[in-house]
């Protein structure tokens, strides 16, 4: 049996070594992109819906932050939590909480972007007609969340995919340890360079299969044109 | 309520930036159907959002009851509370008719016992039973309109601004949604505002009518004096008033007389000056040989067209030349049974006669 074949049986076996690290993985990322979302939301409808000087520049700058290496994050992250860092008594160093943070800190100007992108397309009207009711911000708020929640699942779920797929920063923040930090991209990297490929191969199909699951679920989110016709 | 506006202003940003309402000057005394009429584009729908307080004008001011509730420097939230806004398109959220009507009650602050009364008397006359469960992406544009009418009744404002509530509706539909404004008229406890391009709407439900053109009301008051007396010429022609022209008023010792190019009638005017003369086709005659009679205006012609106009017919003649310039068309209406008894037909030379009195003289 090939190593591909090997790849196979694990997942058909359910190998604990792989449960262990999709776990994990789906895990992290997750939270990591819930966290992105709930910082992201407010921002989102201040930039969205708000009219205040600066608004469009603020949009520019969050655009910008979709551009900052991952790397980078991973560097600052590191920094930040590291021993002498300011964070660093927390001891969150090579640790779950650590690779949520440094992933949510990545996912967050995508998230909100997305976020942003899906406000602008509520129909104004919709929102005056909240306004109409007599009600403040708060209400008119909802009233876009509402209009545009299936997009902003989709813009988390975006900003998830994105975070799952994260190497090099999640290495550096969560040091890869087994049985601890080891997502499936970290696992693939270390299996690989030490020509464990079955182990790499099985945690790299299942990669691709959650890609796609996203993917797929994106397309069923997407506002169907016979829908928006009316 | 009182809603008294004093010349409003707004400027919609561009490009191009378009002055759509410029020293804007309202009063509605209170409770009744008010309708602003006006063409498409007139600036009706720009005029109800700021009295619903969604936008601020840019010039001038608007009074609630006497007080200041929109200026230059903003509107007052709280008083938004007072009026409501009806839209020309649905603006429903997702979710059902019935999940949206309470939706609105909540952000108003209505309390859960009291919302299902607060739409329950709108149900029935808006036809909303079979779609109240529905959702708003499974009811058609005619019952997403009555459920948005719904949803704005059963807000209870005092003030409620209904954009073009008829447009694009059929005509069931329609009848449903002027029933249900009639009503609110008849019990005179909500300021409604009609804005309609729908002259016969305007006469069949408003006890007043202001007339919307070029950013401003250009003539308003009680309905019929304004419909069947119009004073400019944008409402004449809105109004439909066949014959419009512009000219000037001489004095003729006895009388006064309107001239312009081809044009010499006699008219009653205690202006002098330039103006426009307005000359409703209804009151124009058609006759065979020139005619022996009080009115002191006859035109001799040929007849250009015969053309069906509703209930009338509209017999279309061109004078004939009489000084250098030729003679602009003139339109005189006529029942089908005149035109088949005198076997009016175009190329026949026909006389038209109308009375000095019948000529409205008007500013602009």
Redesign the interface.
């Known amino acids: 049996m090939g190593p591909f074949g090997r790849a196979l049986e694990l997942i058909g076996t359910l190998d604990p070594r792989v449960l262990e690290v999709v776990g994990l993985s789906l895990g992290v990322s997750l939270a990591a992109a819930a966290l992105a979302a709930l910082f992201g939301l407010p921002t989102a409808l201040a930039l969205g819906l708000g009219r205040f000087p600066g608004r469009r520049a603020l949009r520019a700058v969050v655009r910008a932050l979709m551009m900052v290496p991952a790397v980078l994050i991973g560097l600052l992250a590191y920094l930040v939590l590291g021993r002498g860092g300011p964070l660093g008594a927390l001891g969150l160093l090579y640790t779950p909480a650590a690779i949520v943070l440094a992933q949510a800190v990545l996912a967050y100007p995508l998230v909100t972007a997305l976020f942003v992108a899906a406000f602008e397309q509520v129909d104004p009207l919709l929102l005056d007609a909240t306004r109409t009711a007599g009600a403040g911000p708060w209400w008119v708020a909802r009233a876009a969340v509402r209009q545009a929640a299936p997009a902003l699942f989709a813009a988390g779920l975006t900003g998830f995919a994105r975070v799952l797929g994260e190497t090099g920063m999640t290495m550096m923040v969560g040091g890869n340890i087994a049985g601890e930090t080891r997502t499936m991209t970290t696992a693939i990297a270390a299996e690989t360079m030490r020509g464990a490929f079955e182990l790499a191969l099985a945690l790299g199909i299942l990669l691709l299969l959650l890609s796609l699951a996203v993917n797929v679920a994106l397309l069923f989110l997407e506002p169907r044109s016979d829908a928006r016709a009316r | 309520m009182r809603v008294r506006a004093d010349g409003l202003g707004r400027t919609l940003a561009g490009p191009p930036r378009r002055r759509v309402l410029g020293d804007l000057s309202l009063d509605l005394p209170g409770p009744g159907v008010h309708a602003v009429l006006g063409a498409n584009g007139s600036g009706k729908t720009t005029l109800l959002?700021l009295l619903?307080l969604?936008d601020a004008p840019d010039a001038g001011e608007l009074r609630f009851d006497g007080e200041r509730v929109a200026g230059p420097e903003g509107v007052s939230?709280r008083a938004?509370?007072r009026?409501?806004?009806v839209?020309d398109?649905p603006?429903?959220?997702?979710?059902t008719v019935r999940w949206n009507v309470e939706?609105?009650?909540?952000?108003?602050?209505v309390p859960a016992t009291e919302r299902p009364a607060r739409l329950a008397p709108w149900i029935e006359p808006l036809g909303l039973g079979p779609i109240l469960d529905a959702r708003v992406?499974r009811i058609s544009?005619g019952e997403a309109r009555r459920a948005?009418l719904a949803?704005?009744l059963a807000?209870g404002?005092e003030l409620l601004l209904l954009d073009e509530p008829t447009a694009n509706l059929d005509p069931l539909s329609a009848g449903l949604v002027e029933r249900v404004i009639a009503d609110l008229g008849a019990r005179r406890e909500t300021t409604v505002v009609l804005a309609t391009h729908d002259l016969a709407q305007a006469r069949r439900l408003a006890g007043q009518v202001h007339f919307l053109a070029e950013g401003r009301i250009v003539q308003g008051g009680d309905a019929a004096a304004v419909l069947d007396a119009p004073r400019s010429p944008a409402l004449a022609e809105f109004l439909g008033v066949e014959n419009l022209f512009r000219g000037v008023v001489e004095d003729r010792g006895d009388h006064q007389r309107f001239t312009a190019p081809g044009i010499d009638w006699a008219v009653i005017a205690e202006r002098r000056g330039p103006c426009w003369a307005a000359l409703p086709a209804r009151d124009v005659l058609v006759a065979r040989e020139r005619p022996v009679s009080s009115a002191m205006n006859a035109v001799e012609g040929t007849i250009e067209r015969v053309e069906e106009r509703g209930p009338t017919v509209l017999v279309v003649l061109t004078p004939a030349a009489t000084g250098d310039a030729p003679a602009p068309r003139l339109a005189a209406a006529v029942t089908r049974a005149t035109v088949q008894a005198m076997g009016l037909a175009p190329g026949q030379r026909a006389w038209l006669v109308w009375k000095a009195a019948s000529v409205r003289l008007l500013d602009g």
Not at chain 2, 91 to 95: E, M, N, Q
Not at chain 2, 103 to 109: E, I, Q, S, V, Y
Request: hydrophobic share 50%; net charge positive.
């Open positions: 959002r619903a969604l939230r938004r509370r009026a409501t806004l839209f398109r603006a429903l959220l997702r979710g939706f609105a009650l909540r952000a108003r602050g992406d544009a948005a949803r704005g807000l404002s």
